[in-house]
């Protein structure tokens, strides 16, 4: 069997250790297959195994305080969780070994807790030290002993981890005692406890922002004020932050990009919506205070952006299926289908971003404020592209062989517009028409 020099293992285990979990698993995956015929492989997908069950490990030793170090929620580097084991294992073997030892019992009803805390409060306890200057040489010595509380706080925070799914899903009476106990047990052991205990809630959700349905709760809905002068003031005011951020997004979106960019767009618009709804439902917000004046503009400026490519839907329509005025006498005239060149791509693309971005809105355009807009221009739009489609398929009957082929096209480009103003089904229907002409 061939193994590798003690040089390269050591640097490539220094490298392992030190990727990032997705890296680390992709890689571990594809040399699965090729570790099977390859002894050098072989011992490389080896390291790289053992790294992912120590990083499962860890996770479930350090499990409230991981989000800290990875995700939306991180406050430090990711590599300072590798370290940080890397020196739980070099300091506390005996520790760890226990800890590891109680990983594997999977039973809830059995499972003993104790030495991961047992760990968490050793590692407190080291960094709080000189150990924490050695062991983490990336953070200064502010971040080092911040670290430090969030560690002491994990064995408390540990006990609400599995439960806190529920809090955020459905805040009732006994939701509401749980995280106000957990509150009240972390606030003891230091003056930033409180804080701390809410950031890494926070980590822990998929959706940070959710934390502060946990803060009402625990705050009894505090009003603007309150929060506004105490330390939970970052979270309120990283909600305004954060819609400020998606109304520039909204803002850059210039119709292109087809379908992909329209969607992505309206998902800022529902972020937008999602966060203006957390504020308005956790706080009790003043419309004369600092914070409800804010939000108050934030929402006309949401508004006012949205319909403006809203607005720039019907033109866009236009271009990608264009008429022609038709007189039929010096008193009656009319327009039909223009179909003396194929459809231009680019304005057809234009507007299915645009319907695209409509479409996706549509959950939220009345409860912000454009509603109305974006009912009367899809309205127009069906009025338009209806008897669009009626007018070509009439064409085709008496069409020369040429002229039917841009008719194919127009129709093609129709349907795709249908698709997004009504349903798939609507389109699927014009196209099974095109087929039968």
């Not at 057809?348 to 912000?368: H, K, N, V, Y």
């Amino acid at each position: 069997m061939t193994e590798l020099a003690p040089t390269k293992a050591a640097t490539l285990r220094m490298l392992i250790e030190r990727a990032p979990n997705s890296v680390l698993f992709r890689l571990e995956q594809s040399l699965a297959t090729q570790a099977t015929y390859d002894d050098a492989m072989a011992a490389v997908w080896r390291m790289m195994d053992q790294e992912v069950r120590d990083r499962a490990v860890r996770d479930i030793v350090l499990a409230p305080v991981v989000g800290l170090f990875q995700g939306a929620g991180a406050m430090f580097p990711t590599s300072a969780l590798g370290a940080l084991w890397r020196f739980l294992k070099a300091t506390f073997p005996t520790d760890v070994a226990g800890a590891v030892s109680m990983t594997q019992v999977w039973d809830p009803d059995t499972l003993n807790v104790e030495p991961f805390d047992r760990l968490c409060n050793l590692a407190a306890e080291a960094l709080a030290r000189t150990e924490g200057e050695q062991t983490f040489r990336a953070l200064d010595a502010d971040a080092v002993a911040k670290l430090s509380g969030f560690l002491t706080l994990a064995p408390t925070v540990r006990r609400y981890v599995a439960v806190l799914p529920d809090w955020v899903a459905r805040m009732g009476p006994e939701q509401r005692v749980a995280a106000r106990l957990g509150y009240r047990d972390c606030s003891v052991l230091s003056a930033d406890a409180g804080l701390q205990y809410f950031q890494m809630l926070a980590s822990l959700l998929p959706e940070p922002d959710q934390i502060l349905r946990v803060i009402s709760a625990v705050m009894d809905r505090p009003s603007e004020r309150y929060m506004a002068e105490t330390e939970l003031s970052s979270f309120g005011a990283r909600l305004l932050d954060q819609i400020d951020a998606c109304i520039a997004e909204i803002k850059d979106y210039k119709g292109q990009g087809g379908i992909a960019a329209g969607r992505a767009a309206g998902r800022w618009v529902r972020k937008a919506m999602v966060t203006v709804a957390e504020l308005d439902s956790g706080i009790q917000l003043n419309k004369d205070g600092a914070w409800g004046q804010r939000l108050g503009q934030q929402k006309r400026n949401l508004a006012a952006t949205v319909e403006v490519h809203l607005r720039e839907i019907e033109k866009a329509v236009g271009k990608a299926l264009p008429v022609q005025a038709i007189r039929y006498s010096a008193r009656l005239s009319g327009s039909a289908p223009k179909i003396a060149d194929p459809p231009d791509s680019s304005e057809l693309t234009r507007a299915l971003s645009l319907l695209a971005f409509a479409d996706e809105i549509r959950s939220d355009a009345d409860s912000g404020g454009f509603g109305s807009t974006r009912t009367r221009v899809l309205d127009s739009v069906e009025k338009h592209t209806e008897p669009y489609i009626a007018d070509l398929l009439e064409l085709m009957k008496t069409g020369d062989p040429e002229s039917c082929r841009l008719i194919r096209a127009f129709v093609e480009s129709a349907a795709e517009i249908l698709s997004l103003v009504q349903d798939e089904k609507s389109a699927e229907l014009v196209r099974r028409r095109l087929a039968a002409a």
